[in-house]
Each structure stands twice: as structure tokens, then as C-alpha cells.
């Protein structure tokens, strides 16, 4: 074999800008498709869950508002009528209701300050471990009040 032969076979070859760009392409491609599986097609899928059971929801209770999913030892939903509170399973099934004139967000917003030092940012309706609760949030902390008895269910920090 001769030198020139030898050089040419040592030698690497240059693929040219065309090559570089398809490569790019196919990385963005590839990255693009795994984003839209792993990370956007689980948060559309919960999307899809969450408007089904709201829809379910709402079938079962004609004329139901505000229906609110909520985290806290496991999943609920609440929402209200007229003339009623209602909070659901994570089966969609009714846990308890509560007439709707009970709802005192002014007691709670005055026990948290009182009791509790904390100025309420904002106060709505949960479930807690297995009754009805309010939800605190101020002053740097969470606190959950039973809905009836107004006593402390739980407590921590929040960012």
C-alpha cells in the first residue's frame, strides 16, 4: 500500500455543516417528543381527570358551584349550592354536607388571630383527616380548624 493511500485511510472525514444541522434537528426532535410524553402528557392527563370528576360532580348535584379539589391526607372535592355545603371522596361519593348558613369565615379569620397569631391571607373550606375543615393561610403558616367545633386539626410553616 502506498503512503498516499495510508495517509488517506488515517485521515478523518469532514461531513460538511448539511450533516451538523440534520443532527441538530433530530436532537431538538427528539427532545421536543420526550417533553411532550414525560412531562406535558402527565399534567394533560390530570387536566382531563380533574374536568371529568368536576363534571361528574356536577351532574350528580344539579347546580353545584366552586367545586374545588383538594390535597390534604388524601384527595376531596367540595363545592356548595344555594343552600348547602357538600365535600366528596376521591370516588366522587358524598362524605358529608353541611347547611350553608353555618359557614362563618368571620369567627375563623377572628380564632386564628386570637388563638393563633396569624393574620389570615386567606381562609377556605378543605377536608381534614375525616371532618369538614377550614383552611388558614397567614403570617407564614397553614392551620386547619374543624368545621364544627372550630378546635386546631393541624399546623405547620408555609413558605
Not at 1 to 15: A, Q
Not at 25 to 43: D, K, R, T
Not at 109 to 130: C, H, M, S, W
Amino acid at each position: 500500500m502506498s503512503e498516499k493511500d495510508n495517509r488517506n485511510k488515517n485521515h478523518r472525514k469532514y461531513h460538511g455543516p448539511g450533516t451538523t444541522l440534520s443532527l441538530a434537528a433530530v436532537l431538538v426532535l427528539l427532545v421536543g417528543i420526550l417533553w411532550s410524553l414525560f412531562i406535558s402528557g402527565p399534567a394533560r392527563i390530570h387536566d382531563e381527570e380533574l374536568a371529568d370528576a368536576y363534571a361528574r360532580i356536577e351532574e350528580e348535584v344539579p347546580g353545584i358551584q366552586g367545586v374545588e379539589q383538594n390535597i390534604f391526607d388524601y384527595i376531596t372535592y367540595q363545592g356548595y349550592t344555594e343552600d348547602t355545603l357538600y365535600w366528596f371522596d376521591q370516588k366522587l361519593d358524598v362524605i358529608t354536607t353541611r347547611d350553608i348558613s353555618t359557614l362563618d369565615y368571620d369567627k375563623v379569620r377572628e380564632i386564628a388571630q386570637k388563638d393563633y397569631g396569624i393574620e389570615p391571607d386567606t381562609v377556605q373550606l378543605t377536608f381534614g383527616y375525616n371532618s369538614p375543615c377550614y383552611e388558614v393561610i397567614g403570617s407564614k403558616r397553614m392551620l386547619l380548624l374543624d368545621y364544627d367545633t372550630f378546635s386546631r386539626v393541624y399546623e405547620r410553616q408555609v413558605r
